[in-house]
């Protein structure tokens, strides 16, 4: 599809303030076949996944990772060092519009948009931007919402119609391309194909509904930029299957999170069948083995040596001899746009079962990924968590020089846009 034109360009003014930098200039986007072309030379996505919450306790719950700018300002300039182009990123939806735990009518939201909140993300967006970084904007769609026609009726529209909406809404206040020509696309959900996400609605009617919701916003919010939507690893009945991809056809980018094997990411491509780019949302492993334990040796639960390495052999096998050779920016025969490591920074929050200020070792099994088969949910982090009211002093792991290395290699910046 070639119905974009984005105001972009990778100019960087490194001699003014970063809330006072010079936006890039105006830049071509487009996509052919496989390719996201920006400026007609194929790009490809070097990313993270970025929620940069402090670990710190209960008052400190994960929210819009905009609220620090000296955080996220200086986890930027590494982001850039380490050779990052890409940013992936949920839009807290109840703090940009206060509209907390759907109180209002979705409808009158973009009256009630945060001048402080929006502030914050006109400041980190054009940090981004300054450091030549394009940002994924999420729509994170709630699990286990019945999104059947007419359930959980509210202010007179059901469950579906709102979230199409509240979709819709966030578009229209970052679509602006002069404003924020960072902005790279227009993401949608996150799992909720599986099973445990979806809810009462079947596969065919989640995908139907993933087809109205991406249709409505390309119609009557933003037909400039692309859209995807990601879904979870299972491929036998979504992302292999194309009778439920073609049910969403305006789906410009088809993304999946992706913890398996090596052999299952080379599956997962191979048998990819559309004419569209596919990308990697989530790619990552954990920096604690569980079987002997987690490193809680250091205040910031760095990860002993041994699971340091084997996180960064993740990051290598995967990118190495899976990712890279498939780029569509290598070859307009290959079908993959690149990966966004899932993640930037711990998140002591995430276990769910212990306080928030210590560093657990929750999780769930995998029988993907090898040597403990365990992923443990709060230890993903490329780098550790801060304390709540430290801008700067993150420890970074073996798994942010390995993606350095890898990212910064003139072989791969000679294929693609930067």
Partial sequence: MNRF?????????????PEANARRAPESLTLSNKQLLVNAKPFTVKGVNYHPVPRTGPNNWPDDWTMNRAVAFSDLAKMKEMGVNTLRVYVLYDRLFQNWEEQNDPSTDPSRVDATVLANYRAVLDEADRQGIYVIMNYFLPANVDLRSGQQVKFGKDARTRHKLRFRNIINVFKNRTEFPMVLMWAFGNENNFEWNRGPISAEAMF?????AIREADQQADAA???TVVIGDNPQLDIHNSGL???AP?????????????????NIIQGYPLNKPLLFTEF???ACQHNQGCDTSNPEGRGSTFAQQQQAAFYKSRWENTMLPNLSARSTSNKLLGGVAFEWNDEWWKDGAGPRDVHNTGGYTNANLGPDYF?????????????DGETSGRYYRSAYSELKRMWT?????????E
């Fill in 284 to 286: 990552g492993y954990d």
């Fill in 409 to 417: 290699a003139t072989t791969l910046q000679a294929t693609q846009a």
């Fill in 208 to 212: 139907d509904f993933y087809g109205e």
């Fill in 245 to 247: 991809l073609n049910r």
């Fill in 375 to 387: 992923l443990n949910e709060e230890w993903f982090g490329l780098s550790t968590a801060l304390l």
């Fill in 5 to 17: 034109l984005v105001g972009m360009s990778m100019l960087s003014v490194l001699a003014v303030a």
């Fill in 225 to 227: 930029h692309p859209y």
């Fill in 250 to 266: 305006l789906v410009d980018v088809w993304s999946i999170n992706m913890y398996n094997t090596e052999q299952g990411f080379k």
